[in-house]
Structures are given as C-alpha cells and as structure tokens.
C-alpha cells in the first residue's frame, strides 16, 4: 500500500502551509518539503511571492502568493550593488526593504493560506509572522530552516563565518548571526504583525532558544556536511537536505544533450539569483578564467544575465536548467554558494569553486572549503579572471577534492531528508 493511501485510510491527512518567500534557493528546498508532505498523503500550500508562483505549480503543489517579484526587486540598481558588495550590513538592509513591502501582504495572506490548516511551516525570514499566525489561529509551528540559527561552539555562525578562533569567538558569532536575522524580521514585520494578527510587539532580541522561536526546529542539511554539534538540544533535528523531484515530463534541450555529448564534462559556471551591475564584464571574465583553465563550460546565465558575446565549440550557454541533472554530468561547478545551490553540487558529487557574494554565503563557501569539496572560495570582490582560472584548474585536476566530493555525495544521495522532516512534521500535529 503507497504511503499517499496508508494515510488516508487511517484519517492521518494533514493540510500543511508554508511560508517561503525570497529567491528561487531559498523557495526550492520547501517544495521538495512538499513534495515530500504529499508523497506521505497530506495536502500542502506553499505561500510565497509572485514571481515563484509558476516554478511551485510545476512541482504539483498548490501556491499561494503576495503581490511581490524578489527577482525583480532584486535586479534594482541599489539592490545589486547592495548585494555585491556592500556586505552584510548593506545587503540586509536591502532584504529589509523588501520584506517591509511586502509584510502586510503576507500577514494578510497568510492568514487566508493557514486558514484550514493543521500545521504551519516557516522559513527563517518570516519566523515572526507565522508565529502570529500561529498564536492567533492556534496552530502548531514547526520552524523549518536550511541555515544553521542554534548556537554552537562547533563552528562559526552562518554570517559571520570569519569568527572562528576557538569556542568563545564561533558562539559570539551564532549571537551576533541571530540578532541580525532577528532584528531584520523585527523592523520589516512588527508593525504588521500587531495591525493584522494582533500580536504583541516583538521582544528586542531572540530569546535563549534554539530556534528563533520557541518550539522544535528541523534542519534541511546532512550531517554528512555538517556535523551535528554535541551542544545542540535533543529538539534540533538534522534531516539531511531538502531535494525536489523533478517532474515526470522534465527533458532538456537537444541542443545541450548534444553539446554534453561532443567532448568532455564541462564545468557549469552560474550564479543563480546573485545580479551583477555589469553582467558583459562579468560574462567576459568568466570565460576567461574558463580558457585559461582550458575547459568547456555551460553557462548558467540566471539573475545576472550572464551570456557570452559569441558562442564557441566549447561554450554552451542557457538561462537556467535544473542544478539536479545538470550538475552530476560536470567535471566541477562554479558557484555563489546560496544554501540550496550548495546543496546541489554536494549531492551531485563534484568539487566546487564557491564565489560568495554576501550573507550566508561566505558560511557556506567556508563548509565547502574545510569538507574538501572545492578549492579556497574567492569573495566575488576578490574575483579576477587568474583566480578563477587557478580555481577551475584545481577543481578539476586535484584528485583529493575529487574523491571527498564522490564519497559525500554518494553520502547524501542515500539520505531522504525532506522525506524525513515531513514525517516529523506530521509528527508535530499529533504531538500538540
């Protein structure tokens, strides 16, 4: 009997919602949460932003949206700027303009979305407005994050990867990282948490929980990755990643099956939802690297419009195509290490050249770089055609990074994490 009947048989059918706006990466791994939620026979929304509506009903889940488009907020002048090189101060303040935007709507919205259901699932961004939800509907919450938020002495917090120099300075770190996240959330949603939900103000800080709220938290990365820490509380759970599963119908283009096809593995290069004030110096510099380093590439030209001025034998370039099939049929990746991009290139098992732009992403580049996935990251205001180049050449010929990226990745492929934390969350509702 297939998990979707087993549960409704026995009157275990759930009607969970999401909340999960921001780019493409960080809405991805929570569809492949829900996926996994209707694998198990239960019904799950995922509320999240205009722009992303199509990409979540590809994926056989019902959506609902606020009247916001990140992608185009984010290929604003200041946004991009902000975003490259302005750290995190700069970027966060951008991020919080966007999320004032949008607060009321998705307080409202969320409120219509959580209406019927029996579980309500949150990212880290809109923590604060599904707790009022929460609170005000009187419906579970489980806090389902990609990020590490808990504090450890294990290793470094997620923006501030830098604090690194022993136990004291890596839990400085998860604080300062909690009250960043915290008082972006506060100054975007406060005031319309109170309007809409009729919650109390929000306290200053977080509070001494392992979440950023009260309550169990799930994590979407494999041990395999990162190590659980020792000092983390029995109810922070590591459920592996979150991977979709590619529709049925999915093919991609003759054209690139072909290029694949006429030589060896290339190395994809792209960055994802990372925009660029200058995306023909960008493009340029990146093929650069990519002929020094004597390989083929595939060009992933996403938020940054990477494209080449004219195509050669060597270089297929495409928008965008999915990291799952692409990625496992390169010699390497070349990346801006957002968590669900990492996530990909770990379980395709290649090494990675991580360019971070901003906020996380240094932490990630950082995990990649100690694992031996990849060679040292190279900060994108750091990037220069020679080090990239230097960059690609390593990942592809260094037989160390080769075989640590093969044996966690073979690691990660055997996990089922977005299966195992919808199991869990189904769990919270009987549990409450």
């Not at 609170?135 to 917090?157: C, E, H, M, R, Y």
């Not at 510099?285 to 595939?298: E, T």
């Not at 080449?308 to 990625?327: I, K, R």
């Not at 395709?348 to 990630?364: N, S």
Request: glycine residues 10%; hydrophobic residues 45%.
């Amino acid at each position: 009997m297939s998990h979707c009947n087993s549960a409704l048989q026995y009157g275990s059918f759930l009607r969970v919602t999401i909340l999960a706006p921001g780019s493409r990466g960080d809405v991805q791994p929570y569809i492949g949460l829900g996926q996994a939620l209707l694998s198990l026979g239960h019904k799950c929304t995922i509320l999240t932003t205009l722009d992303h509506e199509v990409l979540v009903r590809t994926y056989g889940l019902d959506v609902a949206t606020i009247p916001v488009n990140v992608s185009e907020e984010l290929r604003q002048v200041d946004a991009r700027r902000a975003v490259e090189g302005e750290g995190v101060a700069g970027s966060f303040r951008q991020f919080a303009k966007i999320a004032r935007r949008s607060a009321r709507s998705m307080a409202e919205m969320g409120l219509e979305a959580c209406g019927a259901a029996d579980v309500i699932v949150t990212n880290f961004t809109t923590a604060l407005v599904a707790d009022g939800i929460s609170q005000k509907l009187g419906i579970p919450l489980v806090q389902a994050f990609n990020v590490p938020v808990t504090s450890t002495s294990a290793f470094p917090g997620a923006l501030f990867p830098r604090l690194d120099f022993g136990a004291f300075t890596r839990r400085v770190g998860h604080r300062l990282t909690r009250a960043a996240l915290w008082l972006t959330m506060r100054a975007s949603a406060n005031e319309a948490c109170v309007a809409v939900l009729g919650a109390q103000p929000a306290a200053r800080l977080p509070g001494p929980y392992a979440g950023l709220l009260a309550g169990p938290v799930l994590y979407g990365f494999s041990e395999a990755f990162i190590a659980r820490p020792g000092d983390w509380p029995s109810d922070v759970r590591l459920t592996g990643f979150w991977f979709v599963e590619e529709p049925p119908g999915f093919a991609p283009p003759d054209a690139l099956i072909r290029f694949l096809e006429a030589g060896p593995p290339p190395v994809c290069i792209g960055f994802g939802s990372m925009g660029t004030e200058k995306p023909e110096e960008m493009s340029a510099l990146v093929l650069d690297a990519a002929k020094r380093a004597r390989v083929r590439v595939v060009l992933l030209g996403g938020w940054a419009g990477l494209k080449p001025d004219s195509l050669t034998q060597d270089v297929f370039a495409l928008s965008g195509v999915p990291h799952s099939w692409l990625y496992p049929r390169c010699r390497a990746v070349v990346h801006h290490g957002g968590a669900g991009t990492t996530a990909a290139a770990v379980h395709a098992g290649v090494p990675a050249v991580v360019v971070p732009f901003h906020g996380d992403q240094f932490f990630w580049a950082s995990r990649v770089h100690k694992q031996q996935l990849g060679p040292d990251p190279i900060p994108r205001g750091k990037l220069t055609s020679e080090r990239l180049a230097a960059a690609i050449e390593r990942a592809t010929t260094d037989d160390r990074l080769r075989e640590s990226s093969g044996a966690i990745g073979a690691r990660v492929r055997a996990e089922q994490g977005a299966l195992a934390a919808a199991t869990m969350i189904a769990a919270r509702r009987t549990t409450t």
